[in-house]
């Protein structure tokens, strides 16, 4: 059984660049949850995804954005990358309604130079 | 605002030696409190969920105990490869969001 998957697992852009995130849910899961990791610290959440519609968002400018496709899988966009932008960005899956376990992706590592 | 606090930072045990790492928090209505594992450059790996005061979950030399205002991850015995960062989380009530601590560094040194 394949867990959260995503890509690319390292990423190198420049202030000003757009990003791209892609996600991939463990089988079977359907909601999608995205964190910004920055060095020392816990991760923050970013968003929620649920049946293809933004269920909750956190404390993030809409430089952040993303995406649910029929199959799950999400995306993560971010616009006019900043410095501070640079972190792991880790993907959780969920089943709706056993919210209280949710499985984390390995994550995508963007330096933003 | 919902926060949560974990100490120490940093912890250095020697392997057979049992101790346990803090999480403080504060959040209006409780829905759960998490324990993750998180080994360097990897995702977090999840651990426990506890739901109220008083509920106590073991895995292997691992043992989680809540209550009100914190929860404790005890470790009996560590290994080396018990060598990793445990992040505590909560989240509230009819909330999707989950907010983490900064995490206890831990080192189990053979």
């Known amino acids: 059984d394949a867990g959260v998957t995503q890509s690319p697992t390292h990423l190198i852009k420049t202030r000003g660049q757009q990003v791209t995130l892609r996600c991939s849910p463990k089988?079977?899961?359907?909601?999608v949850s995205w964190y910004q990791q920055a060095p020392g610290q816990g991760p923050q959440f970013i968003f929620q995804?649920?049946?293809?519609?933004?269920?909750q968002r956190g404390n993030f400018p809409d430089r952040f954005s993303g995406h649910q496709f029929p199959n799950y899988s999400s995306e993560l966009n971010v616009n006019a990358l900043l410095l501070g932008d640079s972190a792991l960005y880790l993907c959780?899956?969920?089943?709706?309604?056993?919210?209280?376990?949710?499985?984390f992706g390995p994550g995508t590592r963007l330096l933003v130079l | 605002e919902d926060q949560v606090t974990q100490s120490p930072e940093a912890l250095r045990l020697q392997e057979g030696e049992s101790s346990s790492l803090n999480c403080s928090y504060t959040?209006?209505?409780?829905?759960?409190l998490f324990w993750y594992r998180q080994d360097p450059g990897k995702g977090p790996e999840f651990l426990f969920t506890?739901?109220?005061a008083g509920e106590e979950k073991e895995k292997e030399r691992l043992k989680a105990t809540l209550t009100k205002k914190e929860s404790f991850l005890h470790i009996t015995a560590p290994k080396p490869e018990d060598s990793a960062t445990y992040l505590c989380?909560?989240?509230?009530?009819?909330?999707?969001?989950?907010?983490f601590g900064a995490g206890t560094r831990l080192t189990v040194k053979p």
């Open positions: 089988s079977g899961h359907d909601t």
């Open positions: 989380a909560v989240q509230r009530n009819n909330n999707n969001d989950m907010r």
């Open positions: 506890l739901y109220s």
């Open positions: 959780a899956s969920s089943l709706e309604g056993l919210w209280e376990t949710q499985y």
């Open positions: 995804y649920y049946e293809e519609e933004e269920r």
């Open positions: 959040v209006s209505g409780l829905r759960g």
